[in-house]
């Protein structure tokens, strides 16, 4: 069965430094999604990313944060000058359809700012 | 404000005992109602989703089930693979999913 992966599965970098996390979603999919999980909190979405731009976003993904899709398989999700709360599991996600079909997720990569 | 409650919390079963996980949502002109299950350490898997009062889908041990206001995720007769955190999402009116809380499971052999 096709499935979202992501690399790495685990990042520690310093405060202040910039990280990328990538993720392959699924070939037939049009629609494309980053949510974070805090340890001990809810999903959250981030960012929404459709034709090639955003199509929605959340009060949290601001100037620091910023996604791409470099080629026809890759989407990434750069944070630039981390910060300590910034750590946590940050999940790709994919869609056929927007929010009218189920979102598929990745296993996540787990940012740790020290 | 939440759009999305799941109740209870956690939910420690014994091997063979069934029970329901509740979600309440506040969102109006519902878009469709999705659960999925959380493995520690993993992404969402999708489960079921559910779009209209009434409507029913089933799952090896698992129904979920909606009405107008809330879903309920039965669990019949759970095994120790059915541990996990099983989560409820709805589409706001701002088209974003939001997710609840989630319900942890626990099924003792």
């Known amino acids: 069965e096709p499935e979202v992966t992501q690399t790495p599965s685990h990042q520690v970098t310093q405060m202040g430094q910039e990280v990328i996390l990538r993720c392959v979603p699924i070939?037939?999919?049009?629609?494309f999604y980053w949510y974070r999980q805090i340890l001990g909190q809810k999903v959250e979405f981030l960012v929404s990313f459709y034709n090639n731009e955003i199509s929605e976003k959340s009060e949290i993904f601001d100037d620091q944060f910023s996604v791409e899709r470099p080629d026809g398989s890759n989407f990434t999700l750069k944070i630039r000058s981390t910060k300590l709360e910034d750590s946590a599991m940050y999940f790709c996600?994919?869609?056929?359809?927007?929010?009218?079909?189920?979102?598929?997720f990745g296993n996540g990569t787990r940012l740790t700012v020290t | 404000e939440d759009q999305v409650t799941q109740s209870p919390e956690a939910l420690r079963l014994q091997e063979g005992e069934s029970s329901s996980l509740n979600c309440s949502y506040t969102?109006?002109?519902?878009?469709?109602l999705f659960w999925y299950r959380q493995d520690p350490g993993k992404g969402p898997e999708f489960l079921f989703t559910?779009?209209?009062a009434g409507e029913e889908k089933e799952k090896e041990r698992l129904k979920a089930t909606l009405t107008k206001k809330e879903s309920f995720l039965h669990i019949t007769a759970p095994k120790p693979e059915d541990s996990a955190t099983y989560l409820c999402a709805v589409p706001g009116n701002d088209y974003k999913l939001s997710f609840g809380a989630g319900t942890t499971v626990t099924v003792r052999a």
């Open positions: 559910l779009y209209s």
């Open positions: 996600a994919s869609s056929e359809a927007g929010l009218h079909s189920p979102l598929h």
């Open positions: 969102v109006s002109g519902l878009r469709g």
């Open positions: 070939s037939n999919h049009l629609y």
